[in-house]
Nanobody, 119 residues
Framework: QVQLVESGGGLVQPGGSLRLSCAAS????????MGWYRQAPGKERELVAT???????KYADSVKGRSTISKDNGKNTVYLQMNSLKPEDTAVYYC?????????????WGQGTQVTVSS
């Protein structure tokens, strides 16, 4: 089994910054992709950013230019640096990894970390 432990959420004022971290541990075969999703109250979970390699990165339009996703392969850790935060960024942020074993891809999720942007 694979465990994901997230950290870095909290309360921040509009215009502020946060850095989320997610460390994966356990029976990992080969991580294919790592990413962050978020879910605001009353809304569906949506992609924030995903990284497969340094050359293959995708951001949601809503965070593009304000956020940077990165990873440390040696630590099986993914980071999300968020700047110029807005109240509409308020949500529970979930880490996701896709672990690949042959042709099988398994999805794992973190427990979620709350990000609240408010003055």
């Amino acid at each position: 089994q694979v465990q994901l432990v997230e950290s870095g959420g909290g309360l921040v004022q509009p215009g502020g910054s946060l850095r989320l971290s997610c460390a994966a541990s356990g029976r990992i075969f080969s991580i294919y992709a790592m990413g962050w999703y978020r879910q605001a109250p009353g809304k569906e979970r949506e992609l924030v950013a995903t990284i497969i390699s340094d050359d293959v990165i995708k951001y949601a339009d809503s965070v593009k230019g304000r956020s940077t996703i990165s990873k440390d392969n040696g630590k099986n850790t993914v980071y999300l640096q968020m700047n110029s935060l807005k109240p509409e960024d308020t949500a529970v942020y979930y880490c996701n990894i896709k672990d690949k074993f042959g042709s099988i891809v398994m999805d794992y999720w973190g427990q979620g970390t709350q990000v609240t942007v408010s003055s």
